[in-house]
């Protein structure tokens, strides 16, 4: 089965077809929600809640047009409102998937400089969670899922002035939160 026949399954009322999304889409789905979100359980629900809302809303869907981006912006967006929702900053701790930088600080050769290098990575982490959800949403967007400004637009059916915007603003609060912090 190809992701086609799948949607075409769905559309026909077989859920045997939402098995083959699941599989196929999942993990980036888990792992984008989280990098917004920080708490593994609640990613894991909001994803579980979208592949239920795409089985329900998928009747509407273009079937012309890739399923991914459809649904990774629903995992965006649902993402950011249970931020909002919940009307919290999850704090960074032992718990944080540090497995991102494995791969980076593994190719750095002194310990010195890994340890260095994992300070960096930690200041980064606990900044982004002082941004908003969605300027969070959108750094992920750009850096995880290497989204174009323009495909970031097009999926949140917002300007491209206005993602340039966001993106801009979480980047200058970025900037401004790391260099509070080594003038500390």
Not at 90 to 104: H, K, T, W
Not at 117 to 139: D, F, G, T, Y
Request: with cysteine; aromatic share 8%; net charge negative.
């Amino acid at each position: 089965m190809d992701e086609q026949q799948a949607i075409q399954r769905l559309k026909q009322g077989d859920i045997s077809g939402l098995e083959f999304l699941v599989a196929e889409h999942q993990v980036k789905a888990v792992r984008t929600a989280y990098l917004i979100m920080r708490d593994p359980a609640l990613a894991e629900d909001v994803v579980q809640d979208c592949f239920i809302h795409a089985f329900h809303a998928i009747r509407r869907f273009d079937s012309t047009r890739p399923f991914e981006p459809w649904f990774m912006r629903s995992v965006v967006n649902a993402a950011v409102k249970a931020m909002q929702k919940s009307a919290r900053q999850v704090q960074v701790g032992n718990g944080a998937d540090e497995s991102l930088f494995v791969e980076i600080a593994a190719r750095v050769e002194s310990v010195e400089s890994q340890v260095e290098s994992i300070e960096v990575q930690n200041q980064i982490w606990e900044a982004m969670q002082k941004l908003s959800p969605r300027q969070r949403a959108v750094v992920v967007q750009r850096y995880f899922l290497e989204m174009s400004e323009k495909e970031m637009a097009e999926e949140s059916g917002a300007a491209v002035g206005t993602i340039k915007w966001l993106l801009n603003a979480a980047r200058e609060r970025l900037r401004g939160l790391l260099a509070e912090r080594s003038e500390k």
